[in-house]
């Protein structure tokens, strides 16, 4: 997948997400900075760091994307159960949960293919919190990580 977009101080910031199996990872990719005038590229980054070996090969989605946001909702309303009325899902998205420590080396097939949610509720809202991040697998349904604090 690629996006971009231009700003005011004339450049254009270019994105790609390295997709794999037609499903996007979550970490690798790389982004291009162009000036708007010249046409020079003025910033690159750069991060493909999963093999493919390392992806699970098996990519048939059991769970659908509102089975995950229905888990995540009620997982959520147990945490902080007074803020049960106030919770929201941002997004969620299909994705290869490839966000790898660096210096480990992934074993074959064993970066999973997950929801990845984005939520919050009225009290990360007041306080411009970045969003809670719930990871779920998309063949079993269960909780990979579940990131929600005030």
């Known amino acids: 997948a690629a996006s971009s977009t231009g700003s005011g101080a ?3 910031t270019f994105v790609y997400e390295r997709t794999y199996q037609d499903i996007p990872t979550d970490v690798d990719g790389f982004t291009v900075i162009v000036d708007a005038g010249t046409g020079d590229v003025i910033g690159y980054t750069h991060q493909w760091t999963t093999p493919e070996h390392a992806f699970l090969s098996a990519t048939q989605v059991d769970i659908v994307r509102h089975e ?3 888990a995540v909702l009620q997982k959520a309303r147990e945490i902080y159960p007074d803020q049960t009325d106030s919770i929201r899902i941002i997004s969620a998205d299909l994705r290869w ?5 660096p210096g480990n080396v992934p074993r074959p097939g064993s ?3 997950a929801w990845k949610v984005l939520f919050n509720d009225d009290i ?4 411009s919190a ?3 991040v719930a ?3 998309a063949h079993s349904g269960e909780f ?3 990131e929600y604090r005030h």
């Open 124 to 127: 990360m809202r007041q306080s």
């Open 111 to 113: 970066i999973p293919v």
């Open 144 to 146: 990979l990580a579940f």
């Open 68 to 70: 995950a946001t229905f």
């Open 97 to 101: 949960m490839n966000d790898i420590p």
């Open 135 to 137: 990871w779920v697998d």
């Open 130 to 132: 970045q969003p809670a």
């Open 10 to 12: 004339g450049q254009y």
